[in-house]
Protein backbone atom coordinates (compact mmCIF):
# COMPACT_ATOMS: atom_id res chain seq x y z
CA UNK A 1 0.00 0.00 0.00
CA UNK A 2 2.96 2.83 1.02
CA UNK A 3 4.81 1.71 -2.15
CA UNK A 4 1.76 1.90 -3.86
CA UNK A 5 0.95 5.24 -2.49
CA UNK A 6 4.81 6.33 -3.19
CA UNK A 7 4.93 5.18 -6.73
CA UNK A 8 0.88 7.31 -7.56
CA UNK A 9 3.15 10.50 -6.73
CA UNK A 10 5.83 10.01 -9.04
CA UNK A 11 3.64 9.56 -11.73
CA UNK A 12 1.99 13.19 -10.89
CA UNK A 13 3.29 15.40 -13.26
CA UNK A 14 1.98 18.30 -10.75
CA UNK A 15 2.99 17.18 -7.69
CA UNK A 16 6.35 16.50 -9.78
CA UNK A 17 6.74 20.07 -10.78
CA UNK A 18 6.19 21.18 -6.93
CA UNK A 19 8.42 18.85 -5.22
CA UNK A 20 11.35 19.97 -7.84
CA UNK A 21 10.84 23.57 -6.80
CA UNK A 22 10.93 23.31 -3.02
CA UNK A 23 14.07 20.73 -3.68
CA UNK A 24 15.85 23.79 -5.33
CA UNK A 25 15.61 25.82 -2.46
CA UNK A 26 18.48 25.39 -0.10
CA UNK A 27 16.78 26.87 2.64
CA UNK A 28 16.35 24.35 5.81
CA UNK A 29 14.99 27.06 8.33
CA UNK A 30 12.59 27.09 9.01
CA UNK A 31 11.62 23.27 8.91
CA UNK A 32 8.88 22.26 6.83
CA UNK A 33 6.70 19.69 5.56
CA UNK A 34 4.80 19.47 1.95
CA UNK A 35 1.74 17.26 1.86
CA UNK A 36 -0.12 16.27 -0.69
CA UNK A 37 -3.88 15.66 -0.03
CA UNK A 38 -6.01 14.36 -3.09
CA UNK A 39 -5.16 15.34 -6.40
CA UNK A 40 -5.18 19.26 -6.05
CA UNK A 41 -4.79 19.98 -2.61
CA UNK A 42 -1.28 20.65 -1.15
CA UNK A 43 -0.70 21.56 3.01
CA UNK A 44 2.70 23.42 3.71
CA UNK A 45 3.59 23.39 7.24
CA UNK A 46 6.24 25.84 8.83
CA UNK A 47 7.66 24.93 12.29
CA UNK A 48 8.20 28.49 13.55
CA UNK A 49 8.24 28.43 17.60
CA UNK A 50 8.59 31.47 19.11
CA UNK A 51 7.26 33.30 16.54
CA UNK A 52 3.74 35.61 16.69
CA UNK A 53 1.64 35.61 14.07
CA UNK A 54 1.77 39.68 13.79
CA UNK A 55 6.11 38.33 12.60
CA UNK A 56 5.22 36.51 9.73
CA UNK A 57 4.28 37.41 6.02
CA UNK A 58 2.47 35.70 3.53
CA UNK A 59 2.92 36.93 -0.09
CA UNK A 60 2.24 35.30 -3.50
CA UNK A 61 3.02 37.58 -6.85
CA UNK A 62 3.60 36.15 -9.95
CA UNK A 63 3.62 32.74 -9.04
CA UNK A 64 5.75 32.38 -6.33
CA UNK A 65 4.75 31.98 -2.61
CA UNK A 66 7.37 33.69 -0.42
CA UNK A 67 7.01 33.15 3.16
CA UNK A 68 8.92 35.41 5.28
CA UNK A 69 9.24 36.39 8.88
CA UNK A 70 11.39 38.22 11.78
CA UNK A 71 10.71 37.93 15.39
CA UNK A 72 10.91 40.92 18.02
CA UNK A 73 14.24 40.99 19.75
CA UNK A 74 13.89 40.93 23.72
CA UNK A 75 16.11 43.96 24.63
CA UNK A 76 18.57 43.06 27.18
CA UNK A 77 18.25 45.27 30.22
CA UNK A 78 19.18 45.13 33.82
CA UNK A 79 16.48 43.28 34.71
CA UNK A 80 16.47 40.81 31.61
CA UNK A 81 19.31 38.43 31.21
CA UNK A 82 19.82 35.19 28.54
CA UNK A 83 20.81 32.57 31.26
CA UNK A 84 21.29 30.45 27.86
CA UNK A 85 19.35 31.51 24.14
CA UNK A 86 19.06 28.46 22.37
CA UNK A 87 15.66 29.27 20.21
CA UNK A 88 16.78 30.79 17.41
CA UNK A 89 15.28 34.68 16.76
CA UNK A 90 16.37 35.25 13.22
CA UNK A 91 14.62 36.10 9.98
CA UNK A 92 13.86 34.03 7.32
CA UNK A 93 12.35 33.83 3.74
CA UNK A 94 11.74 30.94 1.92
CA UNK A 95 10.23 30.94 -1.54
CA UNK A 96 8.25 28.54 -4.02
CA UNK A 97 7.47 28.71 -7.49
CA UNK A 98 3.64 27.78 -7.61
CA UNK A 99 2.20 25.79 -10.57
CA UNK A 100 0.22 27.02 -13.28
CA UNK A 101 -3.21 27.66 -11.31
CA UNK A 102 -1.66 26.53 -7.86
CA UNK A 103 -3.41 28.82 -5.49
CA UNK A 104 -3.12 29.55 -1.72
CA UNK A 105 -6.84 29.24 -0.11
CA UNK A 106 -5.88 29.39 3.13
CA UNK A 107 -2.95 30.12 6.21
CA UNK A 108 -3.45 29.37 9.94
CA UNK A 109 -1.11 29.61 12.62
CA UNK A 110 -1.51 27.68 15.88
CA UNK A 111 0.80 26.21 18.34
CA UNK A 112 4.10 27.13 16.55
CA UNK A 113 3.08 25.65 13.43
CA UNK A 114 2.11 27.77 10.11
CA UNK A 115 -0.09 26.27 7.72
CA UNK A 116 -0.90 27.42 4.27
CA UNK A 117 -3.49 25.47 1.86
CA UNK A 118 -2.70 25.48 -1.78
CA UNK A 119 -5.25 23.95 -3.86
CA UNK A 120 -5.02 23.95 -7.78
CA UNK A 121 -7.90 25.60 -8.95
CA UNK A 122 -7.49 24.77 -13.12
CA UNK A 123 -10.67 27.15 -14.66
CA UNK A 124 -13.08 25.27 -16.57
CA UNK A 125 -12.26 26.31 -20.31
CA UNK A 126 -8.76 24.78 -19.51
CA UNK A 127 -10.29 21.41 -18.04
CA UNK A 128 -10.53 18.73 -20.84
CA UNK A 129 -13.77 18.01 -22.23
CA UNK A 130 -15.17 15.24 -24.01
CA UNK A 131 -16.22 16.16 -27.40
CA UNK A 132 -19.48 14.31 -28.43
CA UNK A 133 -19.45 12.73 -32.20
CA UNK A 134 -22.32 13.66 -34.29
Do not use: C, W
Amino acid sequence: MVVETMLGLLDDPFFNRFNQTVRTTNNNYPPYNVIKVGQDLLILEFALAGFDKSEISIMVENNQLKVSGQRSEVEEDESVTFLHKGIAARKFSTVFNLPEYMEVESAEFSNGILELTLEKNVPEEKKPKTITIS
